[in-house]
């Protein structure tokens, strides 16, 4: 019953930028934390940034100063700026969700998006 549709993914030179964009659709009563994680092949996934209802951020050592995380609530949309892009932030990026809904509280993901950093 909620969708999290994710765009904005591709491939990109180092050194440069994307912005990832993340749709909630559905029955939705609140929603609380919203961010992004990420997996590259091979590894587990992990935590890339997230922000509280009260617009409060965290994010990975890996990424502070290059990323910024933002969100819409009234949108049910959480955005990921991405500058700096380096080979290592390669990784298929899932958008994520914490919220209240007919079945209660709990967490969706997004289908995940492409990222690739190469030259």
């Known amino acids: 019953q909620v969708q999290l549709v994710e765009s904005g993914g591709g491939l990109v030179q180092p050194g440069g930028s994307l912005r990832l964009s993340c749709a909630a659709s559905?029955?939705?009563?609140?929603?609380?934390?919203m961010g992004w994680y990420r997996q590259a092949p091979g590894k587990a996934r992990e935590l890339v940034a997230t922000?509280?209802?009260?617009?409060?951020?965290n994010y990975a050592d890996s990424v502070k100063g290059r990323f910024t995380v933002s969100r819409d609530s009234a949108k049910k949309t959480v955005s990921l700026q991405m500058n700096s892009l380096s080979p290592e932030d390669t990784a298929v990026y899932y958008c994520?969700?914490?919220?209240?809904?007919?079945?209660?509280?709990?967490?969706?993901w997004g289908q995940g998006t492409q990222v690739t950093v190469s030259s």
């Open positions: 994520y969700v914490n919220l209240l809904g007919p079945g209660g509280t709990r967490d969706y």
């Open positions: 922000i509280t209802s009260g617009a409060k951020s």
């Open positions: 559905g029955i939705i009563f609140n929603i609380y934390a």
